[in-house]
Nanobody
Framework: QVQLVESGGGLVQAGGSLRLSCAAS????????MGWYRQAAGSQRGLVAVITSGGTTNYGDPVKGRFTISRDNAKNTVYLQMNSLNPEDTAVYYC???????????WGQGTQVTVSS
């Protein structure tokens, strides 16, 4: 099993920045890709960004050019730098990790990001 713990959420004004962190623990040798998803009230969970163990990244269209995902494999930690935030970015942000041996993803408990106008 892999445990994921997010940190860094909070309240920020439009145009501001936040940095999320997610640390993996447990059977971290199972982890391949790591990423962030978000779910706004009344909406489905959607991709924010994902990064493979080799550093290849993929971003959801709404965040391209504003958010940057990075990863420290030595610390088993993934980061999400969020710039130029707007109220539409308000959501619960979930960290996720892909199990390289099984077709499953592990999920963190989520961290709230609120952007005020």
């Amino acid at each position: 099993q892999v445990q994921l713990v997010e940190s860094g959420g909070g309240l920020v004004q439009a145009g501001g920045s936040l940095r999320l962190s997610c640390a993996a623990s447990g059977s971290v040798f199972r982890v391949n890709a790591m990423g962030w998803y978000r779910q706004a009230a009344g909406s489905q969970r959607g991709l924010v960004a994902v990064i493979t163990s080799g550093g290849t990244t993929n971003y959801g269209d709404p965040v391209k050019g504003r958010f940057t995902i990075s990863r420290d494999n030595a610390k088993n930690t993934v980061y999400l730098q969020m710039n130029s935030l707007n109220p539409e970015d308000t959501a619960v942000y979930y960290c996720a990790a892909d199990d390289r041996y099984h077709s499953r993803w592990y999920w963190g408990q989520g961290t709230q990001v609120t952007v005020s106008s």
